[in-house]
C-alpha cells in the first residue's frame, strides 16, 4: 500500500466552493429557470451574436499571453493604462493571485462578515488567517472593519456591491476605509456588480484608485456581460502591483475565445444600456413583489436580491418548493445566513413565474 501524501496544512481550513445549483436531478417537465448564480439573463445584440460566431481560431496555437487587444481596449475604455491591467481567469483568479503574492503564515487578510466566500478561502490557502468584521443590517461597516486591522493586516477585500447582500458602500464610506486601513494594507475593490449600478453616490473607484499606490478594483466579464462561461476577468493595479502579481499569473490563463469575445462584447453598447435598464426595473419589481408577499428584502443595487426568512427552516422549504418546480435559487448556508434565499433577477417570464410560485409555496407554507 502507498501511502497518502501529507499536503499543505493552512488547506485543512478550507471547505470547497459550492456553485448555485443548475440541474435537477429528477426530470422535470417544466421548463428550468436557474436563478442561482447571478448570471445575466439577457443576450447580446443580434450583431455581436453574428460576429461571435463568425470567429475563426487556429486552436493549435496558444492564446496571446498579454490579450495585447483586450488591454488596449480595455485601457481606453476604462481610461487607464495598459500596465495597470492584470487578466485573470475570471476576477476568482486574481483574488488567489493577490493572496499569494501579499499574504502568508503570519499575516492577515479582512473581510466584510457577508462578504463574498472566495476571499476567505483564498486568504487560508495562501497560509494567511482569515478574519472578518460584523456588519451592519448587511451591510460592510466602515468601523467594524477598521476594528479588526492590526500591524499584520495585509489585505482587505470588500465587494461593492457585495454578493450575496447586494448592499453597497458610497464613495465617501470607500475613502474613508481606505484612510483608515493601515497604510501597509492594500484595499482590493471587487467590482463584479457595479456596471448594474445607477446610484449616483456610487463608483467603481477606479478614479480614486489612480491617485493612489495601494488599491486594487476588479472587473468580471461573468456578470453583466454575460460571459461566466468563458472566465475573463481583469483588474486595475498601481503599476507596482501589476509587476508583482504578473510574476505569478499563469501565463496563458485567458483563452482565445475569451479575449475575443471579451473585445467584441465590450463594444455592444447596446446590450450594456438594455441589461442597466432591465436590471433596474426588475430589480424593483421582484423587491417589491417579496415586500407585498410578506417577506424581507435587503436592499439591493446587483443583479439579484435576497430575501430573509424568520428561521432557517422555512428558508429551505421555500427553496426545495421553488426546485420541484424547477426554479432554482441560491441558499446561502455556507454564508452562515441559513435564513436567507438569494435569487437572481431573470428574464420577464422568469421573474413572474418566480413570484407565482413563491405566492403560493408561501402561502402554504404559513
Ligand atoms: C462579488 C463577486 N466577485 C467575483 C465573482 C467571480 O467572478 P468571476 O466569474 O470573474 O470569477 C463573483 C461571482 O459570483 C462575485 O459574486
New binding site residues.
Partial sequence: MSKTIPYNRSLKKITPYEPGKSQNKKRSKLPLIKLS??EACLSFSSITIKKIKKINLKLSNYPDSQANILRDKISKLYKIGKNNIIF????????FMICNAFLSKGLEGLYSKY??L?YPLAINAAGAKAVFANEKTYRANVANLISKTNKNTRVCFI?N????TGTYLTKTEIRKLREQLPSSCLLVI????SEYVTQTDYSDSISYAKKRKDIIV??????IFGL?SL???WAYCPESITKVLEKIRPAFNLNAYAQKIGNLVLDDKDFLKKSIKHNSYWINWLSQEFSKLGVKVIPSV?NFVTIVFNNSKSASIFAECLEKKNVFVRMLNAYKMPNCIRITVGNELQNKTLIKFSKKILQEIK
Fill in positions: 448564480s447571478n485573470g481567469n475570471g476576477s476568482d483568479e486574481i483574488f462578504g463574498f472566495i465587494a456591491p457585495n454578493n450575496p471587487d467590482s463584479a456588480y476588479t472587473h468580471t466579464f461573468s456578470k461566466s472566465r475573463l476577468g446587483a
